[in-house]
């Protein structure tokens, strides 16, 4: 067995972080809010691109499959961990369930293309909308999404 | 909570995405952090490393060249690197147990899941601030104590997806 050492290191993070001085956690928070909020209005417009390189890959899978639901799941994954992060929710529901389509496929049969199209359609209906947050519209859209994506899977097997 | 003061801490960020560097920074800068470099890919990033010296590494796990895994060993192990003990939060869409174990045998000292909020980045700020874990050397790996809250990296509100 081999023997293992125990180090303590010379730095850490807390000494260089005073215990009093900065903002309440409140404030911190509130102020990164307001600070990413036009960030969240940015992503919309860098999403297009996403949308149309993934329909672009949606569109040659029918030609070239394996390499092309790999690409696809790879802008899914992005998509799914930008959506979020930037104020749309619905946007990573959707890509979240995109991704459980495409995870465990090499190629797609003609009922997996009406779900992937479906999936990418609601997308861009969410941007087209403007479906931002978890409130409102966009709240009751997201409270019955979950059952109507699972149901949509399931058409595909996924 | 305390009000901590951040302003002394640099911080690295690497991510591919521009976007999600522009969203942590401006996190960042909002919680009091002014000293702030990014890299886009895990050659840059340990280039920025040794030449900064940064209290915090932020990274992305998929990267188109050298992945984050990749990244962490980098920086634990290279006799280049600057510090060695750095704390480290891998940033990743991923959030299966097998990965985070991967993670966390890598050397890596907190997991952050994509979709990131103003609120989960605090917390996991805060929470490695507060974080007095030693590091363990072995043959087989060198980092934080793994037997410190491994399950915080995976349950409660922050874990969304």
Redesign the interface.
């Known amino acids: 067995m081999s023997k293992a050492s125990i180090i303590k290191p010379d730095r850490q993070l807390g000494d260089k972080v005073g215990k009093t001085g900065g903002p309440t956690p409140e404030q911190a928070i509130l102020r990164a809010l307001n600070a990413t909020e036009n960030l969240s209005e940015a992503y919309q417009g860098w999403a297009v691109d996403d949308l149309q390189d993934l329909w672009r890959a949606f569109q040659e899978s029918a030609s070239d499959e394996g390499a092309e639901v790999r690409k696809m799941f790879n802008i899914a994954h992005e998509v799914r961990g930008q959506g979020g992060s930037f104020g749309f929710p619905l946007i990573t529901s959707i890509s979240d369930s995109l991704c459980k389509v495409l995870e465990p496929r090499t190629s797609l049969t003609r009922r997996d293309m009406e779900v992937i199209r479906i999936h990418i359609l609601a997308m861009k209906a969410v941007f087209h909308q403007g479906l931002k947050g978890d409130s409102g519209n966009a709240g009751k859209v997201g409270h019955e999404l979950p059952q109507l994506l699972a149901a949509l899977r399931k058409r595909s097997g996924a | ?9 640099k911080v690295l960020i690497c991510d591919d ?1 521009l ?2 560097r ?2 942590i920074k ?2 960042l ?4 952090i002014q000293n702030i470099v990014d890299a886009m890919d895990a050659k840059t990033g340990f280039q920025e490393l040794v030449d900064t010296d940064p ?2 590494v932020i990274t992305d796990w ?1 990267m188109p060249t050298g992945n984050g895994i990749d990244f962490v060993q980098h920086i634990r192990r290279s006799p280049d690197s600057p ?1 060695p ?1 750095v ?1 480290i939060i891998m940033l990743t ?1 991923y959030t299966e147990l097998d990965r985070v174990k991967i993670a966390r045998d890598n050397g890596v000292s907190s997991f952050l899941a ?6 989960s ?2 917390r996991r700020l ?1 929470s ?5 874990r ?8 060198f980092g934080p ?1 793994r037997r410190f809250k491994v399950s915080e990296t995976l349950e409660g509100p922050d874990r ?2």
Do not use: H, T
Request: aromatic content about 14%.
């Open positions: 909570m305390s009000n901590f003061d951040f302003s002394e801490l995405s976007q999600i522009a969203l401006q996190c800068m909002a919680f009091g209290d915090l998929e510090n003990y704390p869409g994509k979709p990131v909020s103003a609120v980045l605090y805060v490695l601030v507060e974080d007095q030693l590091f363990v050397r072995s043959d087989s790996f104590d969304r997806v």
